[in-house]
């Protein structure tokens, strides 16, 4: 066989595996309709090739939910957010891909038949797009529940190390303390990273970050365009849309019987999405690489 067939072979074998993939019937369990989520979904179905049905559960019971995924009798449930995946942990007939679930190792028991991308993304490749978007950044100040964020932070310190970047990190046990551990790290930081800590940060302790920043001139590098809005500066985020291609990817090898050569997986988002509060940048006097910004952006 000749090269040039050989190639003809191997596009025609992937677009049969594809095509078959795709015949498969799709429900999406989705917990609440949400415009993340609905990108997500979006996601899904471009990388899938095919529409998808929807049911959202914020609006019916979970035994409603249940009995009408037994009438619809799909090949596969996606499910899309935290409470979605809850729901869909319950079905033991049919193979589940999560999506947009924070951290869903804390749902799940090790069921065979689950698997999906998380909308965790890994802390080394955060603090990469950090550097890449402020590459004069040498010190990194945090505060952090162990119990909450411990995992994180662990190897946050480890990637940091790599790249030669300071880590302040102070443990926090109860919200009340984080106005004294900010004020210790006064002068020890050139940014701060808010983290999505429900033990440090809240709404009474986001404000006292919020002022630490604008009094020190300390930027925040946050979560939530909610903090991005209030007045941190940068964010790093996930990608829905990309979110759902990768579940969209996942259940074409599920459906196909590709994904049994590996087993189960659980993946974390592979692409970040950043967003700049460019009037608190220019307020704290902040040099942003914009070429880095576009550069993101347009992968998007």
Request: glycine share 6%; with cysteine; hydrophobic share 45%.
């Amino acid at each position: 066989m000749t090269k040039r067939a050989f190639f003809i072979f191997c596009l025609l074998l992937l677009s049969a595996t594809g095509s078959a993939a795709a015949e498969k019937r799709i429900l999406a369990l989705q917990s609440v309709a949400i415009a993340p989520y609905d990108q997500a979904v979006r996601g899904f179905e471009h990388t899938y090739g095919a529409e998808i049905q929807r049911l959202m559960i914020s609006e019916q019971k979970e035994k409603n939910v249940l009995k009408k995924i037994q009438e619809l009798r799909p090949d596969m449930v996606l499910a899309v957010g935290r409470d979605a995946l809850l729901v869909a942990s319950r079905i033991k007939t049919l193979p589940v891909v999560y999506a947009m679930v924070l951290n869903p190792s804390s749902l799940l028991a090790g069921e065979q038949h689950i698997n999906g991308v998380s909308m965790n993304l890994p802390p080394e490749k955060q603090l990469r797009e950090l550097l890449r978007v402020l590459p004069a950044v040498q010190s990194i100040g945090l505060l952090y529940d162990p119990a909450q964020t411990g995992i994180f932070v662990q190897g946050l310190r480890e990637a940091a190390g790599k790249m030669h970047v300071n880590l302040a990190a102070l443990e926090v046990h109860r919200s009340r303390d984080v106005p004294l551990a900010l004020h210790r790290l006064k002068g020890k930081a050139d940014i701060f990273w808010m983290l999505p800590d429900i033990t440090v940060t809240t709404p009474a302790t986001a404000e006292s970050m919020l002022l630490f920043s604008l009094e020190n001139k300390l930027p925040i590098l946050t979560f939530s365009e909610k903090y991005l809005e209030l007045g941190a500066m940068l964010t790093i985020g996930i990608d829905p849309f990309d979110i759902g291609s990768q579940a969209g990817e996942m259940a074409q090898k599920i459906l196909s019987g590709n994904i049994g050569k590996v087993g189960q997986q659980h993946v974390d988002a592979r692409k970040a999405s950043i967003s700049v509060n460019w009037e608190i940048a220019r307020k704290l006097g902040m040099a942003i690489d914009q070429k880095a910004i576009r550069n993101n952006r347009s992968n998007r």
